[in-house]
Nanobody, 117 residues
Framework: QVQLVESGGGLVQPGGSLRLACAASGSIFNSNNMAWYRQAPGKQREYVALVSGLGSTDYAHFAKGRFTISRDNAKNTVNLQMNSLKPEDTAVYYC???????????WGQGAQVTVSS
């Protein structure tokens, strides 16, 4: 069973930056498009961004121009660089396969991101 472990969350002021990392226990990335999702309190989990096995990317409208997703297949990691953070970015961030993937791994514990002054 693949394990996903997210890290890098924290408390940051509006306008600040954070870099999240997702580490997987197995060599899954080469054959899967990977994505970041987030879930704010009282809301459904939503898509943030994806990176294909070849490195092409896609972003939700709110992430364009502020977030950058990347992957390192050799290290089995997927990263999310978040800049110009806003209070509405406050959520628990998770990684998993892309929304269109038939396979979903067990969700990890997520990384809490809190944007507040």
């Amino acid at each position: 069973q693949v394990q996903l472990v997210e890290s890098g969350g924290g408390l940051v002021q509006p306008g600040g930056s954070l870099r999240l990392a997702c580490a997987a226990s197995g060599s899954i990335f080469n054959s899967n498009n990977m994505a970041w999702y987030r879930q704010a309190p009282g809301k459904q989990r939503e898509y943030v961004a994806l990176v294909s096995g070849l490195g092409s990317t896609d972003y939700a409208h709110f992430a364009k121009g502020r977030f950058t997703i990347s992957r390192d297949n050799a290290k089995n990691t997927v990263n999310l660089q978040m800049n110009s953070l806003k209070p509405e970015d406050t959520a628990v961030y998770y990684c998993n396969t892309s929304p269109a993937s038939a396979i979903k791994f067990r969700w990890g514990q997520g990384a809490q991101v809190t944007v507040s002054s």
